[in-house]
């Protein structure tokens, strides 16, 4: 595991190439000296945290951002290796397969749904979509009193800022994808 000041250094530079910056302008921004930004850079210091609070404030990014591990190019997901979350007695299995990201705005679950399986979610916030892509079998979503039916390889997407039902009304496994995406 790489330690926290590497990481902090690799993410500052990263940062300030990104948006074309040198160590001067970095300076003039933050209020640290060009020689500490260098040597943050560098790996050759751990800044404190006053110092990194400086660096976020003055290039406007969050604290976190510094020190949180870069995503990778690529990432590759199996089911396999999830632990799903479950609910209605194991009837109604969740697995988080892309956690919620800020900066993305959403997230990214695989849904199972065994014969029967009747799951009520309750209303999320003002702006939140979801969108349902069914992958394996057919799914019911009850929507403000509505039925709908998604069939395999159909999709649906609602405001999901008022209660919602899933239910699975087949004699096999329904599988869905759903994305959820937190609006401004």
Request: glycine content about 8%.
């Given at each position: 595991?790489?330690?926290?000041?590497i990481?902090i250094?690799?993410?500052?530079?990263?940062?300030?190439?990104n948006?074309?910056?040198?160590?001067?302008k970095?300076?003039?921004?933050t209020?640290?000296?060009?020689g500490?930004l260098?040597q943050?850079?560098?790996g050759?210091?751990?800044?404190?945290v006053?110092?990194?609070?400086?660096?976020?404030?003055?290039?406007?990014?969050?604290f976190?951002?510094?020190i949180?591990e870069?995503?990778p190019?690529?990432?590759?997901?199996?089911?396999?290796?999830?632990?799903?979350l479950?609910?209605?007695d194991?009837k109604f299995?969740?697995?988080?397969m892309?956690?919620?990201?800020?900066?993305?705005?959403?997230e990214?679950?695989?849904?199972e749904l065994?014969?029967g399986?009747r799951?009520?979610s309750e209303a999320?916030?003002?702006?939140?979509?979801?969108y349902?892509?069914?992958s394996?079998?057919a799914?019911?979503?009850?929507?403000e009193?509505?039925?709908?039916?998604?069939?395999?390889?159909?999709?649906?997407r609602?405001?999901a800022?008022?209660?919602?039902?899933?239910?699975n009304?087949?004699?096999?496994?329904?599988?869905?994808?759903?994305?959820i995406?937190y609006?401004?």
């Amino acid at each position: 595991m790489e330690h926290i000041h590497i990481k902090i250094g690799k993410n500052l530079h990263r940062i300030r190439k990104n948006r074309g910056y040198t160590l001067d302008k970095v300076a003039e921004l933050t209020g640290v000296s060009k020689g500490m930004l260098g040597q943050i850079e560098r790996g050759a210091t751990s800044p404190t945290v006053t110092t990194l609070w400086k660096i976020a404030s003055g290039l406007n990014i969050s604290f976190s951002s510094l020190i949180e591990e870069e995503s990778p190019a690529v990432s590759v997901i199996s089911l396999a290796n999830i632990r799903p979350l479950l609910e209605e007695d194991g009837k109604f299995r969740v697995y988080p397969m892309f956690p919620f990201d800020q900066k993305k705005r959403f997230e990214m679950y695989t849904l199972e749904l065994e014969p029967g399986c009747r799951h009520e979610s309750e209303a999320h916030g003002a702006g939140v979509e979801e969108y349902v892509h069914v992958s394996q079998g057919a799914l019911d979503i009850i929507y403000e009193q509505k039925t709908y039916t998604i069939r395999q390889e159909s999709a649906i997407r609602f405001l999901a800022d008022k209660p919602h039902t899933y239910y699975n009304g087949t004699e096999s496994v329904t599988r869905a994808q759903l994305l959820i995406y937190y609006g401004l």
